[in-house]
């Protein structure tokens, strides 16, 4: 990038500064030279990258495809029961939605509005699970089962609470509009957005105030929708209430893991194995899957049974039985094949330690000289005395 002899962004920054030593004057600003020459570099710098692009893409995307081909030919069967599943749930809401549309607006139900809205969002979700998971993302795919949960909660929550709770959850969109809406104008400046006008907020907080005199100022948290029929108002008693309680730690774990930055996903993702736990996955992994498959699959479940139970048939509840029989294939399909690679990879990790020891022992004198001239970092975590400890080999 630099020079024939040495491409890379060091041989540019030795090459500049040689030409600085031979060109600069004594009377010459020295602060204004060493900032064209960064000027100098980032350009070449860039222009180096762009010049490489497409051939670092197309070795890119070579390896990628590649890698989701092998992915696909080890899961094919779950990921294809998984899909099925998707697209039969997605012919099932459109089915009910068809049939009960005209009723519906006759009754002006709003129940079933909701819950035709919120199963159709539950599909596209799990169309984006699907996605991540054919990709060899299963810790980005259990993050958006989050989501797909938190509908199932809801509308569950609304098929047992009825035309209230749905009336309160369409209106409460005004509120998270004008939270929404304070917290932008707080740093419009900075962001450089399209400015929120006076009059826009005046009108956002007069809608936002006369909703609260009507339903009191529990209206106003996240969940402020259903805080007629919940005390605290938090997403767990929702969840209590829908009989939904028992996925809590797992609602947490996804919050934790694989949506927060703290500890727990900093140092636990799904995609890393045992005997890989302290490493950071930077690329897709083959493995993690099952849980954010399966759980999924029983959230697109629950929100298609809320669906269907709400103005239920003979026909539904036939369909509604098919997708618990898809379910259970999906729950065992995923473990199974989980179960297949685990050992295939113990094997294979076997074999390798075989083959690397026998190599040490063949090279024993030079194996000794490399492990001295590494220091690994130790990390020791003391939770009596709250005390983290780092070192190397020596400490």
Same mark, same amino acid.
């Given at each position: ?9 060091? *041989? ?21 030279? =060493? ?23 197309? @070795?890119? #995307? ?7 081909? #092998?992915?696909? @030919? ?45 199963? %159709? ?21 259990? %993050? ?6 938190? =509908? ?63 339903? *009191? ?14 005390? $605290? ?28 930055? *703290? ?11 045992? $005997? ?11 493995? *993690?899957?099952?849980?954010? %498959? ?43 094949? #989980? %179960?297949?690679?685990?050992? #295939? ?22 194996? =000794? ?27």
């Amino acid at each position: 990038m630099a020079t024939d002899d040495d491409p890379s962004l060091q *041989g540019l920054i030795e090459e500049k500064l040689e030409e600085i030593a031979d060109e600069l004057d004594d009377d010459e600003d020295v602060d204004e030279v =060493v900032s064209d020459l960064f000027d100098d570099l980032v350009e070449a710098n860039y222009e180096g990258l762009m010049d490489h692009r497409d051939t670092m893409l197309e @070795d890119w #995307r070579e390896e990628m495809n590649g890698f989701e081909d #092998r992915l696909y @030919d080890d899961w094919q069967e779950p990921i294809d029961l998984f899909e099925s599943f998707i697209v039969f749930s997605l012919e099932l809401g459109q089915m009910y939605s068809r049939d009960r549309q005209e009723a519906a607006m006759d009754d002006e139900d709003l129940v079933h509005l909701v819950l035709v809205k919120l199963h %159709a969002r539950a599909c596209l979700i799990a169309r984006e699970i699907l996605a991540l998971i054919k990709q060899g993302y299963a810790d980005g795919a259990h %993050a958006r089962w989050r989501s797909i949960h938190e =509908v199932a909660v809801v509308g569950e929550f609304l098929r047992q609470t009825g035309q209230e709770t749905a009336k309160r959850f369409m209106l409460h969109q005004a509120i998270d509009d004008y939270h929404q809406a304070v917290a932008y104008r707080n740093e419009q400046d900075t962001l450089r957005g399209e400015p929120i006008s006076d009059e826009t907020m005046e009108e956002l907080e007069q809608r936002r105030e006369k909703l609260l005199d009507h339903y *009191g100022s529990g209206f106003d948290g996240t969940w402020g929708w259903a805080s007629h029929e919940i005390e $605290r108002g938090r997403f767990k008693d929702i969840e209590e209430h829908a009989g939904y309680g028992q996925f809590y730690p797992y609602y947490k774990f996804a919050s934790k893991a694989n949506i927060h930055s *703290g500890a727990k996903g900093t140092f636990e993702q799904l995609a890393t194995s045992d $005997r890989y736990r302290l490493s950071t996955p930077t690329a897709p992994a083959n493995l *993690g899957f099952t849980l954010p %498959a399966t759980h999924a699959a029983r959230s697109l479940f629950q929100i298609t049974m809320a669906l269907l139970l709400h103005r239920p048939n003979e026909e539904y509840m036939v369909q509604l039985l098919t997708a618990r029989e898809f379910l259970e294939d999906i729950e065992h399909a995923f473990p199974e094949v #989980r %179960a297949t690679i685990e050992q #295939r990879d113990e094997e294979m990790w076997d074999e390798y330690l075989d083959e690397y020891l026998s190599d040490i022992e063949d090279n024993l004198d030079e194996f =000794v000289e490399e492990m001295d001239d590494f220091t690994p970092p130790i990390v020791e975590i003391d939770l009596e005395d709250f005390e983290v400890h780092v070192g190397g080999k020596d400490s």
